[in-house]
């Protein structure tokens, strides 16, 4: 359980940071009370947590031989890609995931104007935004995969902290570090990680 909650916590931690959903938590506490976009943005990733874990238990009903492969396979594609694209990126991707994160949050608040603003709007805003900028993006992958192969509870406990912890981050001092994120350099990091826990993930199959 210790080393599921370790990967979730290093995984989830490395990659959320300066992802589209951090910069989207951001821009939000710009402009809203930051406990509500705390407790929406917390409560969408705890959410898409739990979802993923459930997933990643809905595979491991698979003989273990597949989800030992797939696994496996899954760390080292995401690995690759992801360094791969940091190879690519260049000095404004940073720039890119913020002007996208800000085109959702406008998007997004064309519609509150239609409605009456109030606390619980700022929070229902929050959490759709968040839930869907997290929809299909490497981090639920990733707690997929790990889920599929690991103890779920640590798995969604480290990723919960994980997320928690880049939230408080990105609404207490997301305007004092944002432009010191480098999109490349987590995306980077965030590639050895996966090709890390392929190796492990082949160690642990080795010896099994």
């Known amino acids: 359980m210790l080393t599921a909650f370790t990967a979730g916590l290093l995984l989830i931690t490395i990659s959320e940071l300066g992802d589209k959903t951090f910069f989207i938590a951001v821009i ?16 969408a990733l705890a959410s898409m947590t739990t979802l993923s874990v ?7 009903f698979l003989p273990k031989i597949y989800t030992h ?18 190879s690519r ?20 608040e064309k519609n509150l ?14 959490f759709i935004l968040t839930f ?4 299909g993006d490497r981090t639920q992958i990733a707690t997929v995969t790990l889920a599929a192969s690991n103890n779920a509870i640590g798995v969604a406990a480290g990723a919960i902290l994980g997320h928690t912890i880049c939230a408080v981050i990105a609404v ?10 480098s999109e490349r350099t987590v995306t980077a990091i965030g590639g050895f990680l ?15």
């Not at 404004?92 to 002007?99: G, I, L, Q, S």
């Open 172 to 181: 207490l001092g997301g305007r004092l570090i944002a432009g010191k994120i």
């Open 132 to 135: 869907l900028a997290e929809w």
């Open 194 to 208: 996966f090709l890390v826990f392929a190796a492990v993930s082949i160690w642990e199959g080795a010896v099994a």
């Open 113 to 126: 104007k239609n409605s009456r603003q109030n606390n619980l709007s700022v929070l229902v805003e929050t």
């Open 89 to 108: 990126m260049s000095s404004k991707a940073t720039e890119e995931v913020v002007e996208e994160a800000a085109a959702a949050v406008e998007a997004s």
């Open 28 to 43: 939000l506490s710009m402009r809203y009370p930051r406990r509500l976009v705390f407790a929406g943005v917390v409560a």
């Open 69 to 86: 492969y797939a696994t496996v396979g899954l760390f080292l594609l995401f690995g690759i890609k992801l360094l791969y694209n940091a």
């Open 54 to 60: 459930a997933m990643g238990q809905l595979i491991a």
